[in-house]
């Protein structure tokens, strides 16, 4: 997810997207652990999107 479609969304929103994408990260390092995954750069496309979320998140609470 890209940093304009993650300031578009609504912090309820971003909240249960960054849920999702956890979920799918968790989902993708265990299926990577039992054989390799065909295209391995979907960990660091999931992991930067989470942590673009987490960031978000972040500016919202401290801006108020």
Do not use: C, F
Request: hydrophobic share 35%; proline share 3%.
């Amino acid at each position: 997810m890209k940093q304009s479609e993650v300031k578009q969304l609504s912090t309820a929103e971003l909240q249960e997207e960054l849920g999702k994408s956890q979920k799918a990260y968790s989902e993708l390092r265990m299926a990577h652990a039992m054989s390799p995954l065909d295209n391995p750069l979907q960990l660091r496309k999931v992991r930067r999107s989470i942590a673009r979320m987490a960031t978000e998140l972040t500016k919202r609470e401290l801006n108020g």
